[in-house]
Structure formats: structure tokens, C-alpha cells
């Protein structure tokens, strides 16, 4: 089992940065890609942006590239978000995901079996 815990949200204003971090314990190591997705309220949950874990090729939402950066570290126990830029429109309840079967579509929701609780991203214009 992978256990996720994110953090790192906040308030800011357009324009400005925030960086969410994704503890991951237990067997993150059975992970084979992990992601961010958001839901804003009345709206449907979506994929802002996922890695593979081993080091391979990232998805970015068409919405997001060039503002965020997914990222994590060398231990693959730590995820993060770089989110730059930001837009009234990038608020949202942000939650880590991981995936422990292999799939191609590490942007659908569905192909990721763990979930953090989210962490509350605010941008105010």
C-alpha cells in the first residue's frame, strides 16, 4: 500500500507561485507513476500533471504547460508541483495520486489506485 500526504497550498494572488510536496510512505516503491489532479467545485476532477517513476516522460494538461513542473526526488518518496504564474482558474482542491499497475493513460483518474486527502490551492485575481 502507498500512502500519500500532500502540502503546500495556500492563498496567493494571479501571477504568483506556490509548490506542493507529496510525502509518499509505506511501499511507494510500487509505484509506477504518480500524478496531481485538481477539482474545483461543481466540476469534475481532472489530471493537472504526472511522472512515471522511473524516471521517464511527464504529462502536462494543455491548461497548465509552461506554468507547473511536476517533479520528484531521487528517493521517489517525495512528489512536487511547481506552479507558476497562476490564474484565478487554478484553484482548486489539488490531490496526489499514485499508480501500482502499468498503464498508459496516467492522465485518467482511473488508472491511479491511492489517493492524498488534497491540499487547497486559492488564487484570488
Known amino acids: 500500500q502507498v500512502h500519500l500526504v500532500e502540502s503546500g497550498g495556500g492563498s496567493v494572488q494571479a501571477g504568483g507561485s506556490l509548490r506542493l510536496s507529496c510525502v509518499a510512505s509505506?511501499?511507494?516503491?510500487?509505484?509506477?507513476?504518480m500524478g496531481w489532479f485538481r477539482q474545483a467545485p461543481g466540476k469534475e476532477r481532472e489530471g493537472v500533471a504526472a511522472?512515471?517513476?522511473?524516471?521517464?516522460?511527464?504529462y502536462y494538461a494543455d491548461s497548465v504547460k509552461g506554468r507547473f513542473t511536476i517533479s520528484q526526488d531521487n528517493a521517489k518518496i517525495t512528489l512536487y508541483l511547481q506552479m507558476n504564474s497562476l490564474k484565478p482558474e487554478d484553484t482548486g482542491m489539488y490531490y496526489c495520486?499514485?499508480?501500482?499497475?502499468?498503464?498508459?493513460?496516467?492522465?485518467?483518474?482511473?488508472?491511479?489506485?491511492?489517493w492524498g486527502q488534497g491540499t487547497q490551492v486559492t488564487v484570488s485575481s
Open positions: 495520486a499514485a499508480g501500482t499497475v502499468p498503464s498508459r493513460r496516467i492522465d485518467w483518474a482511473g488508472e491511479y489506485n491511492y
Open positions: 509505506g511501499q511507494p516503491y510500487l509505484s509506477y507513476f
Open positions: 511522472i512515471y517513476t522511473n524516471g521517464g516522460s511527464t
